[in-house]
């Protein structure tokens, strides 16, 4: 069998992974992403898991794609192989809410990933950055691309073309991460968001996050579209008419996620 180089549990509704080469500070490579994919579409596949959280060690959430072994690619290599971006974008497959929560480095791969997830909470030991430049390339995983529509594209052309790492408190104040927290508090409190969300009714978080993603994706009046239809699709639902009997009858709802 191959290297566990991803832990995968759960707790309760929330799935939990840690990606798990902590002496390589969690660079990632193919057979990390292979089974990081795996994971998310096996937690993606049962009805008992309702969000889940991706995080890393106390040092680093993932300090980026693996230099060692990129370093002798080809063009060849990774073009018609796709060596390094193949499995990737697995992530973006998944339509259940995924936090990653952050501690240390994550930087390069490791900030792309973090940026993959629909939100980010930051341990106050949290630094990201995009320093491939330094490495004489560029961020290869929607870092140009994600980066500037989280943060601006003043911030994202600093970080990107000087290779610095930006703090927790600096990722706050400009938008990539939704929350910081103490370092020792840091995956609980990413464990509650998810169990929070995990307890709501499975298709209205797909329809949020899937009209929360169209705002990225799309013009403001196709955007409001979309998020119409899918408003008015949760009408179909079960749980609409158990939230709404619930609130009105002044009890706690119970979905059924369907
Ligand atoms: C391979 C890595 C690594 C990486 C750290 N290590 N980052 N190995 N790939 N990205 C390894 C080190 O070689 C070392 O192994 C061990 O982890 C501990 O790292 P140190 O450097 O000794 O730790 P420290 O001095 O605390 O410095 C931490 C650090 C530094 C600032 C994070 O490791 C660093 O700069 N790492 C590289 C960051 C980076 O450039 N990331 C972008 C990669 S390119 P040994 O065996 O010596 O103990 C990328 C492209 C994405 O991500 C493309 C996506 C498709």
Redesign the pocket.
Known sequence: MSEALILSETRGRVGLITLNRP???N??NNDLMDQLGAALLAFEATDEIGAIVITGSE??FA????????KDWSFMDVYKNEY??RN?ETIKRVRKPVIAAVAG?A????C?LAMMCDFIIAADTAKFG???I??G?I???G?TQRLPRAVGKAKAMDLCLTGRMMDAAEAERSGLVSRVVAADKMLDEAIEAATIIAGMSLPSAIMAKESINRAYESGLAEGILFERRNFHALFGTDDQKEGMAAFVEKRKPVFRHQ
């Open positions: 002496k390589a500070l660079a990632l040092k680093a300090a980026g794609a693996d230099i060692g072994a990129m390094i971006t990737w480095y930087l390069g791969g490791g792309e995009q320093p491939e330094k490495l390339v961020p290869g995983a870092g």
